[in-house]
Antibody
Framework: QVQLQQWGAGLLKPSETLSLTCAVY????????WSWIRQPPGKGLEWIGE???????NYNPSLKSRVTISVDTSKNQFSLKLSSVTAADTAVYYC?????????????????????WGKGTTVTVSS | SSELTQDPAVSVALGQTVRITCQGD??????ASWYQQKPGQAPVLVIY???NRPSGIPDRFSGSSSGNTASLTITGAQAEDEADYYC???????????FGGGTKLTVL
């Protein structure tokens, strides 16, 4: 059974860089999209960005200027860096595995879903 | 703001049926997926694709779609179904992932 284990610094000062890593255990790294999602206290889920095994990335436009997601396939790990953090970046950060597929005939309809999630890392930004 | 719109809160009597909806332009192209999140826990996938349930998800959970609206139906809601529910898909460009704002389900 695939498991995601994530870690990183939980307390940052404003203007510092958030850095988190997620390791994939028990499954293949290729063929999936590896995402970071965050959830501010009392709020909903916000997608940050994704990377595939070949290093191709997509980012949320609202965070794109500050986000870098990278992959280390030799270790089955992917990482998130978010620069110039402020209090607004305080949140629980999750890593997750994403898949795409399609269903239907004659024109298949696509679908995307995240089937495995990390437990989450609480990141607090405070001076 | 979310490109997928959900009602903030819905309530259902124990054992009754409840439908949680999600609207968005991308849902004309993509099937939605649905996640259940309980306090202090990571989200759990409950429905994906046309109407697929991961292993371990009770069959009282089902999904459907019409036009730009996706629905999650819980038939015979149980006390343990009280949670936040989020819909999710790619956006219309296919390059981003979007979540609905979430629906808090209360089981009375």
């Amino acid at each position: 059974q695939v498991q995601l284990q994530q870690w990183g610094a939980g307390l940052l000062k404003p203007s510092e860089t958030l850095s988190l890593t997620c390791a994939v255990y028990g499954g293949s790294f290729s063929g999936y999209y590896w995402s970071w999602i965050r959830q501010p206290p009392g709020k909903g889920l916000e997608w940050i960005g994704e990377i595939n095994h070949s290093g191709s990335t997509n980012y949320n436009p609202s965070l794109k200027s500050r986000v870098t997601i990278s992959v280390d396939t030799s270790k089955n790990q992917f990482s998130l860096k978010l620069s110039s953090v402020t209090a607004a970046d305080t949140a629980v950060y999750y890593c997750a595995r994403g898949l795409e597929n399609s269903y239907g005939y004659p024109i298949p309809r696509p679908y995307y879903y995240m089937d495995v999630w990390g437990k989450g890392t609480t990141v607090t930004v405070s001076s | 703001s979310s490109e997928l719109t959900q009602d903030p809160a819905v309530s259902v009597a124990l054992g009754q049926t409840v439908r949680i909806t999600c609207q968005g332009d991308s849902l004309r192209s993509y099937y939605a997926s649905w996640y259940q999140q309980k306090p202090g826990q990571a989200p759990v996938l409950v429905i994906y694709g046309k109407n697929n349930r991961p292993s371990g998800i009770p069959d009282r959970f089902s999904g459907s779609s019409s036009g730009n609206t996706a629905s999650l139906t819980i038939t015979g809601a149980q006390a343990e179904d009280e949670a936040d529910y989020y819909c999710n898909s790619r956006d219309s460009s296919g390059n981003r992932v979007v979540f609905g704002g979430g629906t808090k389900l209360t089981v009375l």
